[in-house]
């Protein structure tokens, strides 16, 4: 919550920065501030909202250090960036990042000397890797190989086993301390460029998901009111490339709503910019209808939809919809009797029973049935699944299976508990 807060704060001040508009920042800042995932992730137990905060308070010392040329604030951001890193892998992109905005800023856009911009590069370098060194050294000595991150290489070569229905050998390869994340091209080269294309457009998918489709809007329309600006001031160009690095970064190693929220915050500026043009066009159609009410609401009425379309998802309980969860594990554990194992997706439902757990594939391998699964795997006692999971594994109703009760989710979504059935077709208690 703490961070969630304080990245409220650091985002006005890192959009004020690069746009020099207080209007574009207090609106950046207040899109932070109601964003459902975005205030979701600040009050749950995850890296998200450190990440995020850390990563706009280094990147706002950026841009003050290289406007101000004071190498001291370059050499914070480089503190931050390395505490990014070690929050998540994927950190370490921001200060290669920073590295190419000043050596190359010199020569593009002249706002400082390349000499300056050589130095400020170097300062980044040597302190972010003061703050990381441990870490790499560690998994140098661990791995046997130098790597940023065991995570690189196990979401990508899980994600390229899930392209061909062999998640769970591919997992298994991607904790070898062996893998790299190019180990899944080296390995099936066809199967790796398979899993890019899927992830390409499930990246402009998961993109939509992250920032609303509402605020897509918002940010395709700023973009192109921005249009050539963009461009023509770096630190707002560096922001461009920031996220270009990002959704490129995803679709190579893994990707989600979850992974390109990272990202979002940083399009926050546009998304302003876009519903302010879209204000105002409202206000020039009002104008033809000569009523003075009706351009004076042009701007309210744009943040009343925006308000409506993002505080009731905000302000719904945190983990309502996960609810079934934990009223599944409490039925598991009232019927008592020997310690039972649960199958499934989520291991919280087993940590709510006091129950071992057996974790269900994302998909069912080739000619694979759940029942068959199941008789793979028989010291299951129940199993956990949603209604997606459902239609993947054909299961409502299987033989195996025995209902024991429906927790509805949001909408029409919902998990259902079933008692798996033994050999002697007898649900277990």
Not at 34 to 50: D, N
Not at 97 to 110: K, P
Not at 145 to 166: C, D, P
Request: proline share 5%; hydrophobic share 50%.
């Amino acid at each position: 919550m703490v961070f969630g807060t304080a990245g409220v704060v650091l985002l006005y001040y890192l959009m004020r920065e690069v746009y020099g508009r207080r209007g574009v920042a207090a609106g950046a800042a207040a899109l932070a501030a109601i964003h459902p995932a975005l205030a979701g992730f600040s009050a749950s137990v995850r890296t998200e909202a450190g990440y995020i905060t850390l990563v706009t308070a280094a990147l706002w010392f950026l841009v003050r250090g290289a406007e101000g040329k004071r190498v001291a604030s370059v050499a914070a951001a480089a503190m931050l960036c390395g505490l990014a890193y070690l929050y998540r892998t994927e950190g370490i992109g921001v200060p290669v990042l920073g590295v190419i905005i000043l050596t190359g800023g010199a020569l593009i856009w002249r706002r400082w000397t390349l000499g300056w911009g050589l130095s400020a590069a170097a300062v980044l370098v040597a302190t972010f890797l003061l703050v990381a060194a441990p870490y790499l050294l560690w998994m140098r000595a661990y791995t046997g190989h130098w790597t940023v991150g065991r995570e690189l290489g196990v979401v990508t070569m899980e994600a390229t086993g899930s392209t061909m229905g062999q998640l769970e050998h591919w997992r298994e390869m991607g904790y070898r301390p062996a893998t790299s994340w190019l180990t899944a091209l080296r390995l099936d080269p066809a199967a790796y460029l398979k899993k890019v294309a899927r992830d390409l457009f499930g990246s402009c998918y998961a993109f939509v998901q992250a920032l609303g489709p509402l605020l897509c809007a918002g940010l395709i329309i700023g973009l192109w009111a921005d249009g050539r600006m963009i461009a023509a001031r770096w630190a707002e160009a560096m922001l461009a490339a920031l996220v270009v690095m990002y959704f490129a970064g995803f679709v190579l190693t893994d990707t989600g709503p979850r992974l390109m929220l990272h990202v979002v915050p940083f399009t926050f500026g546009w998304v302003v910019i876009g519903l302010v043009e879209a204000a105002g066009w409202l206000d020039a159609r009002l104008a033809l209808t000569h009523s003075p009410l009706g351009r004076m609401l042009s701007g309210p009425a744009v943040v009343a939809v925006i308000a409506i379309a993002l505080l009731p998802r905000t302000l719904f309980p945190l983990g309502y919809d996960q609810r079934g969860m934990r009223y599944a594990g409490e039925e598991i554990a009232r019927r008592g009797g020997a310690p039972a194992t649960v199958a499934g997706s989520d291991t919280r439902v087993a940590f709510y029973a006091g129950a071992g757990f057996i974790p269900l594939p994302a998909r069912p391998a080739a000619g694979e049935g759940l029942c068959g699964w199941l008789a793979a795997h028989r010291v299951a006692d129940y199993l956990m699944i949603d209604d997606r999971e459902e239609r993947r594994w054909a299961a409502a109703g299987g033989p195996c299976l025995n209902p024991i009760k429906r927790y509805p989710r949001v909408g029409t979504t919902y998990y259902d508990l079933f008692a798996v059935r033994g050999a002697d077709g007898v649900a277990p208690r």
